[in-house]
């Protein structure tokens, strides 16, 4: 089985669309202390958030649950 590195995607995805954390918060309607959490993996988002993520970011959920080709069991 994968290990879901979602906070290291949200991380990464975001720095890459030049979004702080407020910013990218602000899109999905919480605080940047939560987004600074996700990115720790203190804790991950609720699952009602990763359509919206995914489309802030540009990515599939498939890639920010750690698989590389959405679709494909491993």
């Not at 949200?10 to 959490?37: D, H």
Request: charged share 25%; net charge negative; with cysteine.
């Amino acid at each position: 089985m994968n290990k879901i590195c979602i906070g290291d995607c949200i991380l990464n995805y975001r720095k890459e669309r030049g979004l702080t954390q407020g910013e990218f918060g602000k899109l999905l309607g919480v605080s940047a202390f939560a987004v600074s959490k996700w990115e720790r993996e203190i804790c991950y988002p609720d699952i009602f958030l990763l359509p919206d993520i995914s489309h802030i970011l540009g990515v599939s959920i498939d890639e920010m649950m750690g698989n590389e080709r959405p679709g494909v069991g491993k």
